[in-house]
């Protein structure tokens, strides 16, 4: 009997070592915490496994996936990264079970910084224009306006309002943790409008970028010292210029403002030719594009009534015309008296004469000129930068449409006329203004003398050359900086 409960014993001993030898429930992860950079991308991890298992966040998550998510024994697990357009860096835990095993992995995305092999186009300060090298990388603060140190509001994107050349801004980006812009540009030269927006995509800001390998200080012509003692640095060329090569059009003769704006229109790339109802036969506007090389509607298109501060920097694409209104009067001929609107003939309802810095003598918050550089203004004894330019010293060029004096080419550009937001330049009257930020007439008695006018000098064939003159703030016409 005692053998028997003996042998019993045994078996069960036996039974009991054979379960023993039952498989232990393996679980393990190549790595235990992913960090994925702010770009859209794949990461993966491998899983080392003999059970069947599920992974899956332990929140709701939008901006991370991963696949599979359950299968059986090894596999490799791919976690997929939506673009990070955040401002903070985006965390969240995975949890990866199996045969009551349970592994923790930790998945990261950081922001956009900036590259570092960026150029800082705001290390020496602050505008509202860069030059910037083509096929570079570059980098500027968008957190002010201006050169001045007040804040342009909450920033969560950017935008390219237009670019003149196709492919011109490869890519743009916006770097929250320093607060700036960062542009990668192609090898050719043009010029670009970029903007920061708000979370419903309204712009708070924009910048003009001049691409270009200008150098400005290695050319400045500076003047000779008037009775004032005043003297004047000058670019060699006009604001928003990309070649120095005559007969180009607008590469040539850079960009069109109106008085007071900080951001740029384009110019004519061909003589303008009009019909006696001032439709166009040829309008000379340039084509312009988005980021993704689509055409954008004309300047001319798009020109509406009614601007303010406000309108021209939310919309800086969009050029402010002046309208006219009948007065239900009658002149002396029974003629209907008409009068502009806005009555100063200025592109804004709020006329500011020192918007240029004509009377504080400072550089404004909507100077359109780069860092180091501003529009010109007369000095404090009301002489006027350009008295250098003498008509009998200037030298006609025939073939090109353009004056020449002590080296300094001045080629001409047309404008873009007030009451339309179209370009006038015609072959048989080629013209050009350049804008002087000190006013024509300022706002001192509107009631009895409503228009105001910003001063200019002219560029014409003939003894009007280089003469100041005044049009109403609402035209067009080109620029050329000062040194500070």
Not at 166 to 180: D, I, R
């Amino acid at each position: 009997m005692k053998k028997l409960v003996f042998s019993a014993i045994a078996v069960v001993a036996v039974l009991s070592s054979a379960c023993d030898k039952t498989p232990k429930a393996i679980l393990e992860a190549s790595t235990e915490s992913i960090e994925a950079s702010w770009e859209e991308q794949d990461l993966s991890l491998t899983v080392t496994c003999n059970n069947a298992w599920t992974i899956a966040p332990v929140n709701e998550c939008n901006w991370v996936s991963v696949s599979p998510e359950e299968g059986e024994g090894d596999a490799e697990l791919v976690f997929s990264f939506k673009e990070d357009t955040e401002k903070e860096e985006r965390n969240i835990e995975f949890k990866l079970t199996s045969a009551g095993i349970e592994k923790t992995i930790t998945v990261k995305q950081k922001i956009y910084e900036v590259p570092s092999e960026a150029i800082n186009l705001s290390e020496n300060g602050t505008a509202n224009c860069y030059i910037v090298k083509p096929g570079s990388t570059s980098a500027f603060n968008c957190k002010v306006k201006g050169n001045s140190t007040e804040e342009i509001g909450k920033v969560e994107g950017v935008q390219l309002v237009w670019q003149d050349e196709k492919g011109l801004v490869k890519t743009l980006k916006y770097a929250p943790a320093s607060e700036q812009i960062v542009v990668e540009c192609s090898e050719i030269a043009g010029n670009a409008l970029v903007a920061a927006v708000d979370s419903e995509g309204n712009i708070l800001w924009s910048w003009h970028l001049w691409i270009t390998d200008y150098d400005p200080a290695a050319t400045l012509y500076t003047t000779e010292a008037n009775a004032s003692g005043t003297q004047w640095s000058f670019m060699d060329r006009n604001l928003g210029t990309t070649t120095m090569e005559k007969g180009t059009f607008r590469k040539n003769a850079g960009l069109i403002y109106q008085w007071g704006r900080k951001d740029p229109f384009p110019a004519a790339i061909s003589y303008t030719v009009q019909n006696e109802d001032y439709s166009y036969q040829v309008d000379g506007e340039p084509t312009l594009y988005d980021i993704s090389n689509n055409e954008l509607p004309k300047v001319s298109s798009k020109a509406s009534y009614e601007g303010s501060i406000a309108l021209g920097i939310a919309h800086p694409d969009v050029f402010y015309k002046v309208g006219s209104r009948n007065t239900g009067n009658v002149d002396e001929y029974g003629e209907p008296i008409y009068e502009k609107v806005p009555r100063t003939a200025d592109w804004s309802d709020t006329s500011d004469d020192d918007a240029w810095g004509g009377v504080s003598m400072k550089k404004s918050v909507y100077d359109p000129c780069p860092v180091g550089y501003k529009v010109p203004v007369c000095d404090a004894d009301g002489n006027t930068p350009y008295a250098w330019m003498i008509y009998k010293e200037m030298v006609w060029d025939i073939d090109y449409k353009g004056a020449t004096q002590n080296g300094q080419w001045f080629p001409t550009i047309g404008t873009r006329v007030y009451a339309s937001g179209g370009l006038d330049y015609t072959e048989s009257y080629p013209y050009s203004g350049m804008w002087i930020g000190t006013a024509g007439k300022a706002s001192s008695n509107l009631e009895e003398y409503p228009t105001l006018y910003g001063q200019y000098m002219f560029i014409i064939k003939g003894k009007r050359t280089y003469k100041v003159n005044k049009d109403c703030r609402a035209q067009g016409l080109s620029l050329r900086c000062v040194a500070e």
